[in-house]
Each structure stands twice: as structure tokens, then as C-alpha cells.
Nanobody, 120 residues
């Protein structure tokens, strides 16, 4: 039993900042990669940022220099600091994690999503 819960979404003006949080809980043995995806209405899901088990990070070109992904392994949490938000950033943001359960089964888990809205 593993679940991911996102928080921190909301309404912010263009140029503002938000910090998204994702907490993983349940029967976790270890967590490999963790990341953030987003999906705008009528559009496909896209990768925003990811952190691999080795500590490397990857960002979508559209968010490089503005977003920062970080992880607190002791708390099984991952964060997405979003600065200088732009009109193209509004979407539902989903936390994703590759989790090895205590049963040693590896699955790709998703959070319920948190809405980010940018207004001017």
C-alpha cells in the first residue's frame, strides 16, 4: 500500500512563485526516481522535472532556470519550487514516483494532482 499526496497548488499571478510538495507514504522499501508531470486542459501530460535515484535531475526546456526539484529522502518527499510563473504553466501537476514496496514489487505511482492556476 503506497500513496502519493501533492499539496501547494493554487492561484498565483504571473511572475509569482509556488512550492509544490509531494509526500509518499505506505509500505515503502525504497524510492527510485521521483518527478513532476503536468497536464493542461485538452493537452497531453508532460514531464516537468525529475530526480533519479542517482541524484541527477532533468527539466523540461520550458522550465529550466525557473523550476527546481528537490527531494528529502528521509521524509520520502519531493518538492517543486516554481518561480517566475508564466501563462503556459497552469495545469494539474502530478507527483510521480517509482517505488519499491516492502514486498519488493516495483511500481510507478501517481498522486491525485494539484491545480496550479496563473493569472494576470
Amino acid at each position: 500500500q503506497v500513496q502519493l499526496v501533492e499539496s501547494g497548488g493554487g492561484l498565483v499571478q504571473a511572475g509569482g512563485s509556488l512550492r509544490l510538495s509531494c509526500a509518499a507514504s505506505g509500505s515503502i522499501f525504497s524510492i527510485n526516481a521521483m518527478g513532476w508531470y503536468r497536464q493542461a486542459p485538452g493537452k497531453q501530460r508532460e514531464l516537468v522535472a525529475a530526480s533519479t535515484s542517482g541524484g541527477s535531475t532533468n527539466y523540461a526546456d520550458s522550465v529550466k532556470g525557473r523550476f527546481t526539484i528537490s527531494r528529502d529522502n528521509a521524509k520520502n518527499m519531493v518538492y517543486l519550487q516554481m518561480n517566475s510563473l508564466k501563462p503556459e504553466d497552469p495545469a494539474v501537476y502530478y507527483c510521480n514516483a517509482e517505488v519499491v514496496s516492502t514486498a519488493r514489487a516495483t511500481f510507478d505511482y501517481w498522486g491525485q494532482g494539484t491545480q496550479v492556476t496563473v493569472s494576470s
